[in-house]
């Protein structure tokens, strides 16, 4: 056993929709030198056949369990440096956080239109994430990654990362782990963001925000309210949202199952209704 593994920790508050969860064991990465620390958990999961999961930092998530059996370790290495308009972060770092630095004290606009994304720089890349028409593929340059298989950090540039729409290389890639990432934030990126459109379309109880990927030609939300009329559509203490019917929402004491429902209800529908496929946009995790 290792004497820094926490167990039994309780990772409710890690989810946006605030479903109970505990994990079995738990380990927090704060700095560089905890990758080291990372080359000996995979060990200890791999004798004691366990399963690993990472938290980026991300609340875009639902913890389809009560208690996961393996190990979850949460990236919470956190910093960043700016050097002729090269922003370099390391991958805990908030995003939200980062966008409202660059303002506040760069005067830097590039990145408000991230000034809600619920996540850190790692989950970000990772999925290619992105609003208001910027993406991280829109600023990309490099990224450190290190490999689990060799124990060694290398850099990594936008080819290797294939990034594509709400994807990468890295989602579902379990070797690498994203250590820091450099972002070009020299140019004015061209969007369109205003505060009151997103003050006036997010709802109030605790959400991950969208739940679904947009189809081609089309928007999710659009076909949920329009074609399938599932805004306000409840379980117990779950519901899609009569503001976003592309969000689903809990009071904070619905189960994983309750949202579980819902997720399955929109999808069925849509693809009874009007023969599309909805992708889910949040990640579910599972034992």
């Not at 190990?71 to 960043?80: A, E, L, P, Q, R």
């Not at 409202?100 to 989950?123: A, F």
């Not at 609003?131 to 936008?158: G, P, Q, R």
């Not at 459109?197 to 076909?223: E, H, M, T, Y």
Request: net charge negative.
């Amino acid at each position: 056993m290792l004497n820094y593994l926490e167990q039994n920790k309780d990772i409710t508050n890690f989810s946006g929709y605030k479903t109970k969860a505990i994990a079995k064991y738990f380990f927090e990465l704060k700095e560089e030198a905890d990758l080291e620390k990372l080359w000996e958990i995979i060990k200890f999961s791999e004798e004691n056949e366990l399963k690993i999961l990472f938290l980026w930092g991300w609340t875009n998530i639902l913890f389809a369990f009560d208690v996961f059996e393996g190990i979850i370790i949460k990236n919470n290495f956190k910093g960043f440096e700016i050097k002729d308009w090269i922003l370099e972060v390391n991958s805990g770092e908030s995003v939200v956080y980062l966008a409202s630095k660059l303002e506040k004290d760069y005067g830097n606009l590039n990145l408000k239109p991230w000034s809600s994304l619920p996540g850190t720089v790692g989950w970000a890349v990772a999925w290619n994430a992105g609003c208001f028409w910027l993406e991280v593929k829109d600023i990309f340059l490099e990224a450190s990654l290190y490999s689990f298989d060799e124990n060694m950090i290398f850099v990594v540039d936008s080819g290797f990362m294939q990034f594509w729409y709400r994807t990468s290389f890295l989602k579902n890639n379990r070797k690498y782990f994203l250590v820091s990432v450099k972002f070009d934030i020299s140019k004015n990126v061209d969007h369109f963001f205003t505060e009151d459109f997103r003050l006036k379309n997010q709802p109030k109880w605790f959400s991950c925000g969208s739940v679904f990927g947009n189809p081609s030609g089309d928007f999710a939300w659009r076909i949920l309210d329009k074609e399938c009329n599932l805004n306000w559509t409840r379980r117990w203490w779950a519901k899609i949202s009569d503001l976003h019917s592309n969000i689903i929402t809990t009071d904070g004491t619905a189960t994983y199952q309750d949202v579980l429902y819902l997720i399955n209800l929109a999808k069925k529908m849509t693809f009874e209704k009007i023969w599309v496929e909805l992708k889910e946009e949040i990640n579910i995790l599972s034992n």
